[in-house]
């Protein structure tokens, strides 16, 4: 397992927009795939949005297409999620994720996890 350290939660109005950063080793983001996860109250936690190691491919919940934007930039060692157009719906606690790379589906296979970071959205 590696380490991973989320930011950028907190409370926003429906409508709005919140960036979430993930941080790790040089390491980490050389070796693994990245992705977000997020875990509604009373709910399993599922796939928002995950990244290759190499940053060329994307996955994205249906949920989050269209709002929702994954990024890497591998100098600062940082993983990103740009989400706008915050709904009710997007309140949840979101989780970086990573996985030592591989050639199977993004959405699957994370074995390390940050400590999460809430999101609330009101109305």
């Known amino acids: 397992q590696v380490h991973l350290v989320e930011s950028g939660g907190g409370l926003v109005q429906a409508g709005d927009s919140l960036r979430l950063s993930c941080t790790a080793s040089?390491?980490?983001?050389?070796?693994?795939?990245m992705g977000w996860f997020r875990q509604p109250p009373g709910k399993e936690r599922e796939l928002v949005a995950a990244?290759?190691?190499?940053?060329?491919?994307?996955e994205y919940a249906d949920s989050a297409k269209g709002r929702f934007t994954i990024s890497k930039d591998n100098t600062k060692n940082t993983m990103s999620l740009q989400m706008n157009s915050l709904k009710l719906e997007d309140t949840a606690v979101y989780y970086c994720?990573?996985?030592?790379?591989?050639?199977?589906?993004?959405?699957?296979?994370?074995?390390?996890w940050g400590q999460g970071t809430q999101v609330t959205v009101s109305s």
């Open positions: 994720a990573a996985r030592i790379k591989m050639l199977r589906n993004l959405r699957i296979l994370y074995d390390s």
């Open positions: 040089e390491r980490v983001f050389r070796m693994y795939d």
């Open positions: 990244t290759r190691s190499s940053g060329g491919d994307t």
